[in-house]
């Protein structure tokens, strides 16, 4: 009887979620031949993946900015208390 794999107990932790521009380097190319002798490919056989990367890498510099910017605090906040309960009497017709 073979022992069952996976099932509701089994986690993944690193799931493959695509290349990093660090993974597309040239120097770990199958087709580098060398500082001293350029790529014999006419076309880079690593454009998609460094195109995606780099689309990812952009969104994610965007999502940080976005996050880090601190929204403004609404104006009444910054009305003083006397003020608003001078305003909430004269909509009542209290003096």
């Known amino acids: 009887m073979q022992k069952k794999r996976g099932g509701s107990g089994t986690r993944i932790y690193d799931k ?3 290349y ?11 087709h580098y031949k060398g500082k001293a002798k350029p790529c014999g490919q006419e076309v880079c056989c690593c454009a998609e993946e ?4 780099l689309m990812r890498e ?3 510099e965007n999502r940080l900015a976005a996050d880090s910017v ?4 609404p104006a009444t906040a910054l009305v003083s208390t006397h ?3 001078s305003a909430r009497r004269e909509a ?3 003096a």
């Open 50 to 53: 460094k195109a995606e990367a």
């Open 92 to 94: 009542h017709g209290v």
């Open 83 to 85: 003020t608003r309960k």
């Open 58 to 60: 952009v969104e994610a």
């Open 20 to 30: 990093s521009l660090s993974d597309c380097a040239c120097e770990l190319c199958i």
């Open 70 to 73: 601190v929204p403004a605090k």
């Open 16 to 18: 493959f979620e695509g």
